[in-house]
């Protein structure tokens, strides 16, 4: 009986830490979260924003389960000019007063090539939840050369619609696509 108590804890044991072992969080200094629209039809203009997290648990190594989870503080935009980025935080663009946040979270993944998924998930927004499917590529794991601990890289892709947001209704899409193409690169690491 006590052999079957001992292994019994034993497995508890091994099965909260490789519970605890299968999250992994963005690496900010290595991480960004970008976006591109288009000003006039003509040119292309971008940013980011600088404050978010992310994460991703997946029992599988090549993530094919994984689910992903980001939230970034809206006014932490940040497209090189201060003008600009004042007024993306006003109520006509992110209002970011009363919407200091916006999140992800996938809800399915699903192959679609090596190493290349399609991810769906919930995106809120401005208020707004609507449900957003990005190309996600899983670009390896590595060691770190210093730590020896492993770190994973991704790249995820796709366009959405700020109208499907709320997101700038006072710019039509002549001045301002209303198309906005979403590129996230990140280093994640095991905490």
């Given at each position: 009986?006590?052999?079957?108590?001992?292994?019994?804890?034993?497995?508890?044991?091994?099965?909260?830490?490789?519970?605890?072992?299968?999250?992994?969080?963005?690496?900010?200094?290595?991480?960004?979260?970008?976006?591109?629209?288009?000003?006039?039809?003509?040119?292309?203009?971008?940013?980011?924003?600088?404050?978010?997290?992310?994460?991703?648990?997946?029992?599988?190594?090549?993530?094919?389960?994984?689910?992903?989870?980001?939230?970034?503080?809206?006014?932490?935009?940040?497209?090189?000019?201060?003008?600009?980025?004042?007024?993306?935080?006003?109520?006509?663009?992110?209002?970011?007063?009363?919407?200091?946040?916006?999140?992800?979270?996938?809800?399915?993944?699903?192959?679609?090539?090596?190493?290349?998924?399609?991810?769906?998930?919930?995106?809120?927004?401005?208020?707004?939840?609507?449900?957003?499917?990005?190309?996600?590529?899983?670009?390896?794991?590595?060691?770190?050369?210093?730590?020896?601990?492993?770190?994973?890289?991704?790249?995820?892709?796709?366009?959405?619609?700020?109208?499907?947001f709320g997101v700038?209704?006072?710019?039509?899409?002549?001045?301002?696509?209303?198309?906005?193409?979403?590129?996230?690169?990140?280093?994640?690491?095991?905490?």
């Amino acid at each position: 009986m006590k052999k079957v108590l001992l292994l019994t804890g034993v497995c508890a044991v091994l099965t909260a830490f490789a519970v605890i072992n299968n999250v992994w969080k963005n690496d900010p200094p290595h991480s960004q979260l970008g976006f591109t629209v288009t000003h006039f039809g003509i040119n292309d203009v971008s940013g980011n924003f600088q404050d978010f997290e992310a994460t991703i648990e997946a029992t599988r190594p090549d993530f094919s389960d994984a689910i992903f989870t980001l939230t970034a503080k809206t006014a932490s935009i940040n497209t090189r000019v201060e003008m600009r980025d004042n007024h993306l935080k006003s109520a006509d663009f992110f209002d970011v007063e009363q919407y200091p946040t916006l999140s992800y979270k996938s809800t399915s993944i699903k192959t679609a090539g090596k190493n290349k998924y399609k991810l769906t998930g919930d995106l809120t927004l401005h208020g707004v939840t609507k449900p957003v499917i990005m190309d996600l590529d899983y670009r390896g794991t590595v060691d770190h050369p210093q730590t020896k601990k492993p770190i994973a890289g991704f790249r995820v892709t796709g366009t959405i619609k700020r109208s499907d947001f709320g997101v700038g209704p006072k710019f039509a899409d002549g001045m301002l696509s209303d198309e906005v193409r979403i590129k996230a690169d990140g280093e994640f690491k095991q905490p």
